[in-house]
């Protein structure tokens, strides 16, 4: 191919990565952040959670620009009773022990230092009175949305025995947030967990160490896979062919979790021929089991595959002119079959390559081993959006880059994966 | 997707005769418990312990054991089946519509319609299904309709790329074109003459996810982010786990959870795999 | 082909590890809970704690010894204390050093001397509210101007006041010289020292914080016998002693004797169990399922005895309890609405007599390590005989439904629906709410069960947002008023007094028992307890009994609850 050629292939290519790859950004953000299934701050803080944790999530979860947990400090006296204080259109509405609403006042286009005036001369019941002392730098106009937007889903409540603080915020709109994470993503910042430590750094450690696991698995089920394939194509159709296959498919049947929850009990807690945990020390012979499980498990399906690949590749013209010719059996499927289905053998070994990144979840939880899975699964459960977000953009990026790399390789390799109009 | 060439007479896995019928009756069976389970309420009381002891092995006071707080196990067993069709039935059929449909929207209609859903499904297809699916649990909070929303989420793909071929390949062929010239409604031509030809491949992708879909389930219970007040197969397994039912060499409800969600699989999977008599690969 | 490469598999060695082939020097640990942070402001965790032990040093610590170890020098040499209880001086060893073991090293030859600075500008950056700390809870209201630097820490202008009291402390905090540290509370404390002797007082170096930043929780730097070798957060950390340690003087022989410390998390408890039979772990504290296996009958199983395992007891000075949130609108105790405060009283008394207590012993302490609480002080406290027990801790569904009906909510009609939050998935913690809810269906109650981690647990209780849930405090030192103190008005969240609840009269009453020498407490703590077990902010279940597997190799271990892991009182020997 020539060169100018070349080039606008490639720029093709990146083009249509980039495209891709805004499209799992775009994906990501409906999905965590647009509240689509629910707010994700009330989504980690569970039900009924305080203004102050509320707001504070929020802005770390890039939802508001600013949060003022103490905007006022307010203080209810008299005798002792109680408030519910709940952001309304048209202000803050106050409202008694029993729900009946006493008061409301306008916030829209006033200032702070107003608004604490305001609640201090309210004429309230039973000689109640409101102390509204300002704190932080709470000055200038308010935002009409900020009292919203501080307790959005949240509850506040002044009583004479405890101070209350009242919140101020300003939010940030979705168009913002979704451009300041696109930027965030591309740069590959990723920021820090929930726990404080720094997501791109865990994702590189973890992933490496998810990789040790796969690694070897992915080879051995690959070697495993084409020896069980070889072995039912060159008897496709005969008993033996029919009864790995309905053992393969008995095998795939039965979950995974069952599947890793035998074999440890039996080879790791029973007859101890394997340690118990993984990773301690971090050796291939701490990893033993798991990489076996694993290549156990993921060579059935693979034997299905491969065997399909094969037989469709054995009834190929050449093939069967070769057959026709005489050729031994042996001869026929090393140099016929085998050299032929290798480009789609290849490409479906390659296909998998991205996702050994990810590591097996559940090798991971049960055999300890601090790999990308178990980060995951820690993070679905803590709800750390920031890094299922990291996560999930780097896997699918590799993922991409990896096909649109196997899709240019096997058109390079293969002339009859050419797209149409290159030169032969 | 790389092109392979058509195969034409590749010997067929499909079970046949005596093996289809085992199938079919195993399915039977299962569709009666779940029968059982939800019309006629047996075993819907499954939640409260009772006054049964812990950890019962298989006996007179309960078939199948009693789990760590004296629940009858066979109650969960049986309760487990209405379940798994239920996640099955719903996660399944919720990918087969969204994808199928627009799959045949998408390769009916060439143009921005039919680019935007490409590219959409790039988009998910490029996140590992098991990512999306955590993603979407966490999200939405750890329950069945999370469940469900993420599982058809992650399906729909495939069903749609493969509709959307067949689609497009048929929209080209003689017959369609003769119905277009003679000025038949696109609905009608979809209904009437492409849809027939896309059930025995539905067939099999709606085996395909209700399959994965109760595959799912097992693991997200493991991993803690399943539905917490169903009784389900993956429910039993993950307890299994938390409450080391093997290391105190309780086999029970780890075989009886495995085996029944090993069954249905297999019968599902057998049965979607008979309906479709030729292999017939397509190029995308 | 395949075949021979299937067989080179197979042949590496696969044994699990045996003890033979641990060098001798090296213990392991599975903890059951996360070590996420070496920074001594998320010492509340136990993981954390744990792990923090081995780095960091405090003043004093706890001797080697059991619950009643007396508490030793450790940075301090020696202290003086004022007739009135409420000034301290502490004079501080010379060779106390911090060892930096991270590129590139602070000080030349990567050692300082600790003085008496570093001591206010530890405990000053607990209190520092921009650090979100979440300890500070065992320094409040104790020490002059500490309070109010915190306030000041809030401020605009907090920079500002963080440079001036780091150089020049609070008027109840200061460095006299390099070894002398003056110390002056607000009221006397008897308890001072075993305060002091908590993870949260520990001392490190102002210039690893300076360095470090946000990575100094991956980046300690203490003056304890112990550095940070490798650390993957949340999962594990090696531990090697520092080169040229001072050393320290036992009983039995040098501390610090262990060369490697492994830490590692484990979260299955079935897991740890397996680890330690497989002689893994060095030491187990075994938990609901290791119970019927390794401890049938509450006494060590034949085959643990035959290798040497030890069994170590101790009733630990805790209490399990199920609390309310006296602020919320449906269980609580609301200002203005006397009638509706009755009620709800009655409706905690109800739920305290439908609580499955036989039930919890059985699932959750395996009828053997919990001891039934019959009120609020554990036994094990000197002054526990002497208090009224509560009588609504007690099963008894009639007089449930009864209380019930007084509040106007007969068979739990009209009644509100309560709301349990769990503090974890796991399945102790299932079982928990499976079993409320079930208990609280026999007298009609509706309980939706709501689950969270333990930080999002932590989170709500300290925002007071949690309804009912169960807690379990243990006594940072022998003192009931430790555990009343978890009641004080003044300690409302975000402090520790969880539930909320505030009783004027209550918090007079235990305001005047913290000065009271010992004799006079009584009837005072009497009395307080007394109103705790009519007002029943929380129901006490049970008091946890210390339970310790130790393997034959693991010497010198003694259960202290206010000190769990001192491993360099530990010694290993060849096995």
């Keep these: ?424 | 997707m790389i092109s392979l060439t058509q195969s034409r007479s590749i010997p067929d896995p499909a079970a046949r005769g005596k093996g289809l019928l085992l199938a079919w009756a195993l399915l039977g069976l299962y569709l009666f418990g779940a029968l059982l389970a939800s019309v006629f309420g047996l075993g819907d009381d499954w939640a409260s312990g009772g006054d049964r002891a812990e950890h019962l092995a298989p006996g007179a006071a309960a078939w199948l054991g009693t789990d760590q707080l004296g629940r009858d196990l066979a109650a969960m067993t049986l309760q487990g089946c209405w379940t798994a069709f239920m996640i099955g039935g719903f996660a399944a059929g919720g990918a087969i519509v969204l994808g199928a449909g627009l799959g045949l929207l998408s390769g009916w209609y060439h143009g921005w319609l039919d680019r935007f859903v490409l590219w959409l499904s790039t988009a998910v297809s490029a996140i590992p299904g098991i990512v999306l699916i955590l993603v979407i649990a966490a999200a939405m909070g750890p329950g069945l309709p999370a469940l469900i929303t993420a599982f058809i989420a992650v399906s729909w793909v495939g069903v749609y790329r493969i509709v959307r071929a067949e689609t497009r390949r048929l929209r080209e062929e003689e017959y369609v074109r003769t119905a277009l010239a003679c000025g038949a409604r696109t609905r009608s031509i979809l209904s009437r003459h492409l849809l027939p030809q896309f059930l025995p491949l539905i067939a099999v992708q709606f085996g395909l996810a209700f399959v994965g879909a109760i595959q799912a389930e097992a693991v997200l219970s493991f991993l803690g982010l399943g539905a917490p007040d169903l009784a389900s197969w993956g429910r039993m397994i993950a307890e299994a786990w938390t409450w080391d039912d093997l290391g105190h060499g309780r086999w029970w409800r780890l075989s009886a959870a495995s085996l029944a969600l090993a069954g249905l699989a297999l019968s599902v999977q057998t049965l979607s795999q008979s309906g479709v008599r030729r292999r017939r690969t397509s190029t995308c | 082909m395949i075949a021979l490469a299937a067989l080179a598999l197979f042949a590496s060695p696969l044994s699990a590890s045996t003890p033979q082939d641990q060098t001798p020097s090296v213990a392991r640990f599975a903890l059951a809970t996360e070590p996420q942070s070496f920074d001594p402001l998320h010492s509340d965790q136990t993981g954390n704690q744990v792990v923090q032990r081995q780095i960091f040093e405090g003043l004093v610590e706890y001797a080697p010894g059991g619950a009643d170890a007396p508490v030793q020098g450790l940075l301090a040499e020696s202290w003086t204390c004022s007739a009135d209880g409420r000034r301290w001086q502490f004079l501080l060893r010379e060779n106390a050093q911090f060892f930096d073991p991270f590129e590139p090293p602070l000080w030349p030859g990567a050692r300082r001397r600790v003085q008496a600075q570093d001591v206010v500008q530890s405990w000053l950056r607990m209190a520092d509210v921009r650090q979100a700390p979440r300890g500070y809870w065992a320094f409040e209201g104790l020490i002059e101007g500490l309070d109010g630097w915190r306030d000041a820490s809030t401020g605009s202008d907090a920079a500002a006041q963080w440079e001036r009291v780091s150089r020049e402390g609070v008027a109840g905090l200061r460095a006299i010289d390099e070894r002398t540290l003056e110390v002056r509370l607000t009221r006397a404390d008897p308890w001072f020292l075993q305060r002091l002797a908590s993870a949260y007082f520990v001392v490190y170096p102002a210039e690893a914080v300076a360095r470090s930043g946000k990575e100094f929780l991956n980046q300690p730097v203490g003056s304890g016998p112990y550095f940070l070798g490798e650390w993957t957060p949340g999962f594990g950390a090696v531990m090697q002693t520092v080169p040229d340690w001072r050393g320290q003087a036992l009983p039995q022989g040098p501390a610090a004797s262990i060369q490697q410390l492994r830490f590692r998390y484990v979260a299955e408890a079935s897991t740890r169990t397996l680890l330690f039979e497989q002689g893994e772990i060095d030491r187990l504290p075994p938990l609901q399922d290791a119970f019927a296996r390794l401890l049938p009958d509450g006494r060590l199983a034949e085959s643990l005895q035959e290798r040497g395992v030890r069994m170590l007891e101790v009733d630990t000075p805790d209490l399990s309890m199920l609390c309310f949130n006296m602020l919320d609108p449906d269980v609580g105790d609301l200002p203005g609405d006397p009638q509706g405060n009755l009620r709800r009283r009655k409706l905690r008394q109800a739920i305290a007599h439908a609580f499955p207590y036989e039930r919890w012993h059985r699932v959750i302490r395996n009828q053997a390590w919990g001891l039934p609480a019959t009120g609020f002080l554990p036994p094990a406290l000197v002054d526990a005989a002497a208090v009224p027990p509560c009588e609504y801790r007690r099963h008894d569904l009639a007089a449930a439904r009864k209380l019930l009906a007084q509040a106007g909510w007969a068979d739990g009609r009209g009644a509100p629906r309560l709301r349990i939050e769990l503090g974890g998935t796991d399945p102790v913690n299932e079982a928990i709410g499976t079993m409320f809810r079930e208990a609280m269906a026999q007298i009609g109650l509706e309980v939706q069960v709501v689950r969270n981690t333990w930080p999002e647990l932590s989170a709500k209780m300290q925002n007071g947002e949690a309804q009912v849930f169960s807690r379990a405090w243990t006594l940072d030192w022998a003192d009931p008023v430790n555990l009343l103190e978890t009641f004080h008005g003044a300690n409302l969240a975000p402090g520790i007094n969880r539930c909320n609840y505030i009783s004027p009269a209550f918090d007079r009453d235990l305001d005047a028992l913290r000065a009271q020498p010992q004799e006079l407490r009584a009837p005072l703590l009497a009395r307080a307890v007394a109103r705790l077990n009519e007002d029943l902010p929380a129901i006490p279940i049970d008091h946890r009994k210390g339970y310790l597997l130790v393997q034959p190799w693991l010497k010198d271990v003694q259960i202290n609850p206010f000190d769990p892991f001192p491993c360099k009182y530990y010694r290993v020997e060849a096995h």
């Design chain 1, 1 to 424: 191919m020539t060169a100018p050629r070349a080039l606008a292939e490639l720029s093709r290519r990146v083009l249509r990565l980039a495209m891709q790859a805004l499209g799992v950004v775009l994906l990501l953000f409906l999905i965590l952040e647009s509240g689509v299934a629910g707010d994700p701050a009330e989504r980690a803080l569970g039900d009924r959670p305080s203004v102050r944790r509320l707001g504070e999530l929020r802005v770390e979860l890039g939802y508001l620009r600013s949060f003022q947990a103490e905007a006022l400090r307010l203080r209810l006296r008299g005798a002792p009773a109680r408030l519910s204080l709940k952001p309304h259109p048209d202000g803050l509405q106050l409202l008694a022990l029993d729900g009946s609403l006493l008061a409301t006042l306008p916030v829209k286009g006033i200032s702070v230092t107003d608004f604490a005036a305001n609640l201090r001369t309210l004429a309230l019941p039973q000689s109640m009175q409101i102390d509204a002392e300002l704190r932080g730098e709470g000055t200038g106009i308010l935002p009409a949305s900020g009292l919203r937007d501080a307790l959005q889903s949240s509850q506040l409540a002044i009583d004479s025995r405890l101070p209350a603080v009242l919140p101020w915020a300003e939010a940030r709109p979705g168009w913002q947030r979704f451009f300041v994470q696109c930027g965030e993503l591309l740069r590959f910042d990723f920021g820090r967990s929930l726990d404080g430590q720094l997501v791109g750094r865990q994702l590189r450690e973890r992933g490496l160490r998810s990789l040790s696991l796969a690694l070897p698995a992915l080879i051995l089920s690959s070697l495993l896979a084409l020896a069980a394939a070889i072995f039912s194509a060159r008897r496709a159709g005969l008993p033996s062919d029919r009864r790995l296959l309905r053992l393969g498919a008995s095998v795939i049947a039965v979950s995974g979790v069952s599947w890793v929850l035998l074999l440890r009990g039996v080879f790791a807690a029973q007859l101890e021929w394997f340690p118990v945990v993984a990773w301690d020390p971090p050796s291939l012979g701490s990893l033993m089991l798991p990489i076996l499980i694993w290549a156990f498990l993921a060579a059935w399906p693979d034997h299905q595959i491969y065997r399909h690949i094969l037989l469709s590749e054995s009834q190929a013209t050449h093939v069967l002119a070769a057959r026709a010719r005489g050729l031994a059996p042996r001869e026929l499927w090393l140099r016929h079959v085998l050299r032929s289905a290798s480009a789609g053998l290849l490409a479906h070994f390659v296909l998998a390559l991205p996702f050994l990144v990810l590591g097996s979840l559940i090798l991971e939880q049960i055999f300890v081993v601090p790999g990308l899975g178990a980060y995951l699964v820690d993070a679905a459960r803590n709800a750390d959006a920031a890094v299922l977000r990291a996560a999930t953009f780097l896997l699918a990026l590799i993922y991409l880059v990896a096909q649109e790399t196997g899709d240019f390789l096997s058109s390079r390799l293969d002339p009859r994966f050419r797209e149409a109009g290159g030169p032969r």
